[in-house]
């Protein structure tokens, strides 16, 4: 079974820096999308960001500008730049994963796994 190994969380002061960087434990694994979600005791999970295996991104809402999230599809990793920080954006962050396979029909049906990581803590506080 294919694992997310997430990196990179920690305690940092308003205005700083993190780089979370996560890695799937089997690079021959393809996966359609990868990306970041976040989640708050109490709230529910929330968009960080995702990005396709073809490049498309997409941010969770005011996050584009501030966050940046690459992908290595040689190694399966994605990375999330995250700057500007605010004490809003402490959470747990959890790396996600998804692969789809095609059915042996006619026509073919899509099926999907989702795969999350452990999660990281990221706290924003002075």
């Known amino acids: 079974q294919v694992q997310l190994v997430e990196s990179g969380g920690g305690l940092v002061q308003p205005g700083g820096s993190l780089t979370l960087t996560c890695a799937a434990t089997?690079?021959?694994?393809?996966?359609?999308?990868m990306g970041w979600f976040r989640q708050v005791s109490g709230k529910e999970r929330e968009l960080v960001a995702t990005v396709t295996s073809s490049g498309s991104i997409e941010y969770g809402d005011s996050l584009e500008g501030r966050f940046t999230i690459s992908r290595d599809n040689v190694k399966n990793m994605v990375v999330l730049e995250m700057n500007s920080l605010k004490p809003a954006d402490t959470a747990v962050y959890y790396c996600y994963a998804r692969s789809t396979m095609y059915t042996a029909s006619v026509p073919p049906r899509p099926v999907s796994d989702d795969y999350w990581g452990q999660g990281t803590q990221v706290t924003v506080s002075s």
């Open positions: 089997e690079t021959i694994f393809d996966f359609d999308i």
